[in-house]
């Protein structure tokens, strides 16, 4: 049973962030800020597919200055995310933000700070403190910056940048700390996941500020799927984090949904909408299951709003079985499917009707939960596997050719001789 750390709680608008709140999943708008119409578009599409929290970039007092106007627009919290430019901070401050992000890399000035502090502290604002390897080195200070480049390009890169990284999270929170401000969220971003992973558990050892879990600079999604979720997954997982931002070099509306999964999937939040499960297909499919699940995917996501698990399933082989913990499921045969809700079999239809069929039935077991005369998860009826000679032809007979030719299948089940 995961047992989450116990942190301090901060509101960003109407969102908790930290002690007994569920993780919050954010994403950043990859748009200019001041281009009003595009970033109060980009903020409500990012609101629509579960961000709780959306960051903005202001890096001109053009983007402060809108503001105002797309915060008239928008429901979900805005953050403010500041670099170099401590008066922007002032600004969207004053403009109404809901917790504003700076940079101990490039906004350090004590008194600079203390303006922020205190500004946010009138609006009782939260602050996050984002450390990020990428502006962790010392800019002003030639030979301090000379220290520090040599210590992160020698042996044991990852143990120094640590090491920097804490300390330069310490100092700074050193300013917060004279000021008796405490309304704070801490990250500690790397693009190296395992540095991520000892980042965020030393800090967690020391401080009960709530964290935002991030990997910096993580690539396309191709790959920075991979290198941000497992970090992350780690973390949440020893009950490390209150915020998530998965980020790509994509549109940012992926880094919601997979945020969202990733919680999902460790059971940090309930679904909302279908969950969808299938096989990977395999030399026994005899339907075009690739297809099928995208445009059950599609469907799923355009009508069904319970999470419902639906399972799409290419034979029999696995199919029964991972079928029965599905509330709707289809498993395919020879061009044709068979659907079962609850473990009852309720439809054989040839494969050009699979889709309409399962979508009617997903949409009618939705309503008997709606209506109370179903509920979630609860199988009534055993499925039992068709007959091998089956009423879908159901590639059964390719898995009774490798068994007779002493084929290695790891199947278990029976073979019927014809
Ligand atoms: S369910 Fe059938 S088609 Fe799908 S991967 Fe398993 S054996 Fe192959």
Partial sequence: MMVRRK???????AVPLGGDAPVVVQSMTSGYTHEIDNCVREINKLAAAGADIVRVAVPERKDTEALPEILRQVTVPIVADVHFHFQRALEAVEAGVHKIRLNPGNISDRQQVERVIDACRERRLPIRIGVNEGSIVERRDKQKRRRELAAVFGDDRQGRLLAIMIAKLEEYLEIFHVRNFHDLVISAKSIDPLLVIAAYTEISRRFDYPLHLGVTHAGPKETGTIRSVVPLGTLLTNGIGDTIRISYANDPIYEVQDGLELLYVLGLRPRRGAELIACPTCGRIQVDLFTLVQQVNRKLKEEITLPLKVAVMGCVVNGPGECEGADVAIFAGDKRGIIYVQGEKVANVPEEEILDTLLEHCKSFQERVRRGEARLGQKSVDIIPPAPEGDVGSGYAKI??????????????????R
Avoid at 7 to 13: C, E, F, L, M, S
Avoid at 400 to 417: C, F, H, I, Q
């Fill in 7 to 13: 942190t301090r709680q901060v509101k960003v608008g």
């Fill in 400 to 417: 009774v050719e490798e068994k007779r030719s002493g084929a290695r299948t790891g199947l278990t089940l029976p073979v019927v001789s």
